[in-house]
C-alpha cells in the first residue's frame, strides 16, 4: 500500500482535532474538532480557515502559451489580463470533461492553471500531448506550492489585519502577486476566489511558508470566530452554492453543456478548441440529459448515484450529489436527468434502499449570498 501525500499544514491537523481521510491519495481532514455542521454554519456566517494544498498548480510559458491555451480551453481566454482568473474546462473531443479549472496570467505569456488534485497526472499529459510549438514550456510545480482558503463573510477582515495589501481593490477572479504577510511571509499570490459560495480569499505561498501562514492565520482569525474546515464542509458548501464537483457532476461521461455550464464554453471565440463541434451542437440543439436540483419531499436523503425513477418507476437518471443542507435545513440533491423530466416543479421518485421518495425539481443554486 503507497504512503498517503500530505500537505504541509498536517503537522498542525492534531492541535485542531482533525479527523483525516484518503482523499484521492492524499491524508486530508474531512472535519476538525467542531464537526461538519458547525464548520460549515461558521463559513456562512464568520469565516472558515481551509488547506486545499492537494490542489494542482500547472505553469504554461512561452511566446505561444496563449495560442496553445485557447486550443486546449473552452473558455475565450483573450478576456484575460496579467492579475485577472477566468474558469474554464478542458474537454475531449466528444465533449467530456477532463477537467474543470481556473487559468490565472500572471503575466504576458504567463499563466497558471489550478487543477483538481486527482487530475493534475491526467492533465498535465493532455497538456503536454497537445504542444505543437516549441514556444510553449510546461511546468507542473504543484509540490512547490501551498493552498490556504479563507472563506466567510469576515474573511476581508481576517485577512487585511496580515497584510498592508489593500484588499479591497481585489475584486471577483482578481488576484495580486508578491503580497507579503506580516513583513515576513512573502512572495504569495492572493485571490478573490473560493468553492463556498462566499467571499473570501485563496491564498497560494511556498510550502516552505504555509504552516507559518496556517498559524499566522488561525491566531488572527479567533477574534472573528474562524475555525478550520474540513472536506466535508467544503463539499457542503459547494453544493448549496451550486458548484460543480469533478467526478460527480462533471466528468469524461458528462460534458459542461449537460452540467448546465455553457457560461464558461465559447464556440465562438477565434480559435477551434478541442471538443469545440460536439459542444456547439450540444448549445444548439439540447442535450437528451441535464443535470438538476432536487428537494426531497419524503423524508430521506439521496446520495450519489441513487437512481432516480418516473412515475411508471423507469430509471431516467441518476443523483450526483445529496445531503441535508445545514443552511436550509431540508434534503437537496444534484441530478442528471433525462431532458423531459427536468422542468421546474416536475415530481420525480428516488430509489433509497427498498423505499422510493419523492423528489420535486426547483431551482439552482440552492444557496446564494
Not at 503537522?11 to 476538525?32: H, M, R, S
Not at 478576456?79 to 482568473?85: F, G, H, I, S
Not at 506580516?182 to 473570501?200: F, H, M, Q, W
Not at 434502499?353 to 423528489?359: F, V
Request: hydrophobic share 40%; aromatic share 8%; proline share 3%.
Amino acid at each position: 500500500m503507497s504512503q498517503l501525500k500530505r500537505t504541509p499544514i498536517f503537522p498542525a491537523y492534531e492541535q485542531w482535532g482533525a479527523k483525516t481521510i484518503d482523499f484521492g491519495g492524499w491524508d486530508l481532514p474531512v472535519n476538525f474538532s467542531a464537526g461538519l455542521i458547525k464548520e460549515h454554519n461558521t463559513v456562512r456566517n464568520n469565516a472558515g480557515l481551509f488547506d486545499v494544498s492537494h490542489m494542482g498548480e500547472i505553469f504554461v510559458n512561452g511566446l505561444d502559451s496563449l495560442s496553445f491555451l485557447q486550443k486546449v480551453m473552452t473558455n475565450d481566454l483573450k478576456k484575460l489580463e496579467p492579475n485577472k482568473a477566468l474558469y474554464t474546462f478542458m474537454c475531449q473531443e466528444d465533449g467530456g470533461t477532463i477537467d474543470d479549472l481556473l487559468v490565472y496570467m500572471l503575466d504576458e505569456h504567463s499563466y497558471m492553471l489550478v487543477v483538481n488534485a486527482a487530475n493534475t497526472d491526467k492533465d498535465l499529459a493532455w497538456l503536454e500531448e497537445n504542444v505543437e510549438s516549441e514556444e510553449v514550456s510546461i511546468q507542473n510545480k504543484s509540490d512547490d506550492y501551498a493552498l490556504l482558503a479563507v472563506q466567510g463573510p469576515k474573511a476581508t477582515n481576517i485577512v487585511q489585519s496580515i497584510t498592508e495589501e489593500n484588499l479591497g481593490d481585489i475584486k471577483s477572479f482578481r488576484f495580486k502577486q508578491d503580497v507579503t504577510f506580516n513583513n515576513v511571509l512573502n512572495k504569495a499570490i492572493i485571490s478573490r476566489t473560493g468553492y463556498t459560495g462566499e467571499d473570501g480569499f485563496e491564498i497560494y505561498i511556498h510550502t516552505n511558508s504555509a504552516l507559518s501562514l496556517w498559524q499566522l492565520l488561525m491566531k488572527t482569525g479567533e477574534e472573528e470566530g474562524m475555525i478550520p474546515a474540513g472536506l466535508g464542509a467544503r463539499d457542503s458548501l459547494r453544493f448549496e452554492a451550486g458548484l460543480p464537483l469533478y467526478g460527480q457532476e462533471l466528468s469524461v461521461d458528462i460534458s459542461p453543456i449537460e452540467a448546465g455550464l455553457s457560461f464558461a464554453v465559447k464556440p465562438n471565440k477565434e480559435v477551434d478548441f478541442v471538443g469545440k463541434e460536439v459542444l456547439t451542437k450540444q448549445m444548439k440543439e439540447g442535450t437528451n440529459r441535464k443535470l438538476i436540483g432536487l428537494e426531497l419531499k419524503d423524508k430521506g436523503i439521496a446520495r450519489t448515484d441513487h437512481e432516480v425513477l418516473n412515475e411508471a418507476g423507469e430509471k431516467i437518471g441518476y443523483v450526483t450529489t445529496g445531503t441535508k443542507s445545514p443552511t436550509l435545513n431540508k434534503a437537496i440533491a444534484f441530478a442528471l436527468l433525462e431532458t423531459p423530466y427536468t422542468e421546474e416543479g416536475q415530481s420525480v421518485y428516488i430509489q433509497v434502499r427498498k423505499r422510493q421518495l419523492e423528489a420535486v425539481v426547483i431551482q439552482t443554486p440552492f444557496y446564494k449570498r
